[in-house]
């Protein structure tokens, strides 16, 4: 004991105590302020649609939650999220489960996983920005971040999809994946336990690293080590309780006889309720956060410029690191400053150009029509004064032709008054 101890933190010594103090009852303490916040847990379930998701997820807490059915002929994967508060003797439970709504019904599955990847990354980031704020109320704050991933997996009696073996691969470092294949009693028992086989072989040729139960803890280590054997859990899910014997149980009628869901012999239920819910409900919490969040969070804060050492290896505070991000984005702002000044320039000088060469050009079309205008106007004065000499030849030509005129009538007047003369000497 005293040498884990110095392990832990050199400079500790152990003493021994004379009297009862009463630290020894911190975990009634922790147990007790835990029960009176309550529990959050998370599920995601990922599945083609028709696997019997709504209906596990009923069968697990025994109950029946909210839901719309599924239909085949969603443009795109959707993820449906719905938040219920569970009551269990006095501790209280606030359990999300988000479903995949439309997956695997597309002909292009190609990015059938990234709208789940998205939801995961969107909850890591909600949590991240609620750490970062200057007054934080996290003992409040709703964890939406996913606990456990339930993988359905169709009961071909095959092998897997390769869209089944492409999502738990692109998933596997986000959330603790458990695989589970639905409807198990599709297939004969025979080909259930060689389906099995042939899954476990291929998650691991492929590198898909699932959820295994922990077995550090003695009291756990035994039947969590047995469990992870029997992965991927075959499962049957109803609702509908039959009588069966003397006893009431959720069973599946079927013309050739009863499936019931809580019978070791016919299915693996039971295992996979003891396993996630009563056994490691607390270990799928702590692992999303000490390594899937961590993991999230830590590749954030490096994007970001935050580093815990500098390049000689010595600790890097949280102020040092401040400081030299501040002063590398003030040097960076400079720069670009710098750059924006001189294309501004540049820019300023183009449009100079651009308008000198503007102005040219309209100098030169101001001279172009100014020399025009005066072709123009001498034309017309040149064509005025021919006017004006056509005119005044035409005043002399007519005062003559009126003089003309004149006198031809005052000649013609002088006959007529001779003429009547000699008329009347006549008579």
């Not at 400079?334 to 150009?353: D, I």
Request: with cysteine; aromatic share 8%; charged share 30%.
């Amino acid at each position: 004991m005293r040498k884990e101890r110095k392990a832990e933190g050199e400079g500790c010594r152990t003493v021994p105590l004379a009297g009862h103090v009463g630290f020894d009852s911190l975990p009634d303490q922790l147990v007790n302020k835990s029960v009176s916040q309550g529990f959050c847990f998370n599920i995601l379930c990922v599945g083609e649609t028709g696997l019997g998701k709504s209906t596990l997820m009923d069968t697990l807490f025994n109950t029946k939650f909210e839901g719309e059915p599924a239909t085949h002929t969603q443009p795109g994967v959707q993820l449906r999220s719905n938040t219920y508060d569970l009551q269990e003797s006095n501790v209280g439970l606030k359990l999300t489960i988000v479903s995949t709504v439309g997956f695997g019904d597309q002909i292009n599955k190609e990015d059938s996983y990234k709208p789940i990847m998205e939801f995961i990354d969107a909850q890591f980031e909600a949590y991240l920005q609620e750490e970062l704020k200057i007054r934080r109320v996290l003992h409040t704050y709703h964890d939406s971040r996913i606990h456990a991933c339930l993988y359905f997996i169709a009961p071909t009696g095959h092998s897997l999809k390769s869209l089944d073996l492409v999502t738990m691969k692109k998933l596997d470092s986000k959330v603790n994946i458990i695989p589970i294949i639905a409807k198990s009693d599709a297939i004969s028992k025979s080909e259930l336990t060689k389906f099995k086989i042939k899954i476990t072989s291929e998650l691991v040729s492929n590198g898909v690293q699932i959820y295994q139960f922990p077995t550090d803890d003695e009291s756990v280590a035994e039947i969590n080590g047995t469990m992870n054997a029997h992965l991927p859990f075959a499962v049957i899910g109803s609702t509908e309780e039959l009588k069966i014997g003397n006893k009431m149980m959720k069973a599946r009628q079927y013309p050739w006889g009863t499936v019931q869901v809580e019978n070791e012999a016919h299915c693996d239920f039971v295992k996979l309720r003891e396993m996630l819910i009563r056994i490691n409900m607390e270990d799928l919490r702590e692992q999303t956060h000490s390594r899937h969040y961590e993991l999230y969070r830590r590749c954030k804060l490096e994007e970001m410029g935050f580093k815990d050492t500098d390049p000689d290896s010595k600790p890097f505070s949280l102020q040092e690191t401040y400081e030299a991000k501040r002063n590398e984005f003030l040097g960076e702002l400079q720069k670009k400053e710098e750059e924006m000044r001189q294309m501004f320039v540049q820019r300023v000088k183009e449009k100079e150009a651009e308008l000198k060469e503007a102005e040219k050009e309209l100098h030169e079309k101001f001279d172009r029509l100014k020399k025009l205008h005066q072709d123009e106007k001498k034309k017309l004065e040149d064509k005025k004064k021919s006017l004006d000499d056509e005119v005044n030849a035409f005043k002399q030509r007519k005062t003559a032709a009126e003089l003309l005129q004149s006198q031809g009538s005052q000649a013609g007047g002088s006959q007529t008054l001779k003429r009547d003369k000699e008329k009347k000497n006549f008579f």
